[in-house]
């Protein structure tokens, strides 16, 4: 069955650092997007993007963040400056035709630890 | 703000028994999604349900939507280990979903 591939699946990196968080989507999927899980906490919408552009994002997603997809199979998130607050398990996902409505293909995560 | 809140938040029950899990809100929702998600894993899509009173059954689970769309339940008949996990409902808003908080069912052999 597809799947959607998260790299890595763990990260730790210090405080100020940028990192890239990778993700190869469900490759006829045309919707992506990347959401977060604090430790205990809700799964929380960060960005969609479709047709190399961003459709929507949260107001978690600010200056510091942004999406690429640099090439026809990977679909990046990358923190500029990292704060401790921004330690979570990210999800990358796709989705097909319809978008959203037909249901998300989650990833496995990465999870980030700032410290 | 589309909040959306599931009951209980915990519940822990013996292989066999059966059991109902409930996501609410104050809220419509065009649509309304459930997941199950173990840990270090993502969410996995269970069901999409989209009108009001829609009911839709995967194997022991049984999914309803409630009639003004603003609330949904999940039940389970006779729950299996394998059944343990964290079940989320997620509410469409715009083209994507906002999600519940979630509750942690574990089902002991």
């Not at chain 1, 500029?80 to 398990?89: F, G, I, P, Q, V």
């Not at chain 1, 990210?90 to 035709?97: L, Q, R, V």
């Not at chain 2, 959306?4 to 059966?18: V, Y």
């Not at chain 2, 994507?96 to 908080?101: I, M, R």
Request: proline share 4%.
């Amino acid at each position: 069955e597809p799947e959607v591939t998260q790299t890595p699946s763990h990260q730790v990196t210090q405080m100020g650092q940028e990192v890239i968080l990778r993700c190869v989507p469900i490759s006829n999927h045309l919707y992506f997007y990347w959401y977060r899980q604090i430790l205990g906490q809700k799964v929380e919408f960060l960005v969609s993007f479709y047709n190399n552009e961003i459709s929507e994002k949260s107001e978690i997603f600010d200056d510091q963040f942004s999406v690429e997809r640099p090439d026809g199979s990977n679909f990046t998130l990358k923190i500029r400056s990292t704060k401790l607050e921004d330690s979570a398990m990210y999800f990358c996902a796709s989705s097909g035709t319809g978008g959203a409505y037909n249901g998300y293909t989650f990833g496995s995560g990465t999870r980030l630890t700032v410290v | 703000t589309q909040l959306l809140e599931q009951s209980p938040q915990f519940l822990s029950i013996q292989e066999g028994e059966n059991l109902t899990v409930y996501c609410n809100s104050s809220s419509v929702f065009s649509s309304l999604q459930w997941y199950r998600q173990e840990p270090g894993e993502g969410p996995v899509l269970l069901v999409t349900v989209v009108t009001g009173g829609e009911v839709k059954k995967l194997k022991r689970l049984t999914f309803q939507f409630g009639d003004a769309r603003k609330d949904s339940s999940l039940h389970i008949t006779a729950a299996q280990p394998g059944d343990t996990g964290l079940y989320l409902c997620a509410g469409a808003r715009g083209q994507n979903f906002v999600f519940g908080p979630g509750t942690r069912l574990s089902v002991l052999p």
